[in-house]
């Protein structure tokens, strides 16, 4: 018996190093342990049978939030998904209604200046609007198109800010052709991010399960 599940154990490997041969051998690059750049950070080797992450130390971080990639949503220009995600935690100074603006001088941004922003300057921008917003009781209520809701809920809130999201990324994509190529050509394996999310995180937090439900839609 104990030979039986060792051969089946060699021919999963085997399976598995014929499909990974099929695909750039980069993606799973050993990475020594002291050049991680953080304990948040998942190294490309160490993704599972069959999954791969998608590194910023490759091309493959095209893919994340806070990669650079422009595009455009409901008529707004982004640098990147992550600029989409953070300006919404500024005050909107077309609404009336909102009431951030009572404190809006307190922001080192404007919605404005935020769709122009990337990698982690964009992710800092966001931080700092957390503070703030923390400071009036406001932690995870952020808006959209004057339309304002707690993307943390796991109710209504984190279904609306999922569904933002979900347009963002494929306009994102569809908006550069050879990010398409590059998303057509990861198919067959589970893309996995790079870096550790956390327990109880609402669906639009992960990226890659929405890539992949792009990638799988067979959309050229």
Not at 26 to 34: G, L, N, S, V
Not at 87 to 96: E, R
């Amino acid at each position: 018996m104990r030979s039986f599940f060792l051969s089946l154990t060699l021919i999963s490997n085997v399976a598995c190093a014929t499909m990974q041969a099929d695909y750039p051998t980069h993606w799973w690059e050993q990475i020594p342990e002291t050049q991680r750049q953080g304990s948040w950070e998942i190294l490309p080797h160490e993704a599972k049978n069959g999954e791969l992450i998608l590194s910023k130390r490759n091309e493959l971080g095209v893919f994340s939030n806070l990669a650079y990639a422009p595009f455009k949503l409901d008529g707004i220009h982004y640098n990147s998904v992550e600029a989409l995600w953070q300006m919404m935690k500024y005050p909107d100074f077309s609404d009336t209604n909102d009431v951030r603006m009572d404190f809006a001088s307190e922001f080192p941004f404007t919605r404005e200046q935020v769709y122009l922003l990337s990698g982690f300057e964009s992710k800092r921008a966001g931080d700092a609007a957390n503070v703030i917003n923390k400071k009036y009781d406001l932690k995870s209520i952020i808006s959209y198109q004057k339309k304002t809701f707690d993307y943390k809920d796991h109710a209504v809130g984190s279904e609306y800010h999922y569904q933002i999201m979900k347009r963002a990324i494929l306009a994102k994509v569809m908006a550069d052709k050879n990010m398409l190529r590059l998303l057509n050509q990861t198919k067959g394996l589970k893309l996995m991010p790079d870096h550790k999310q956390g327990a109880n995180k609402p669906k639009s937090y992960f990226y890659h399960k929405i890539l992949m439900d792009i990638r799988d839609s067979k959309i050229d």
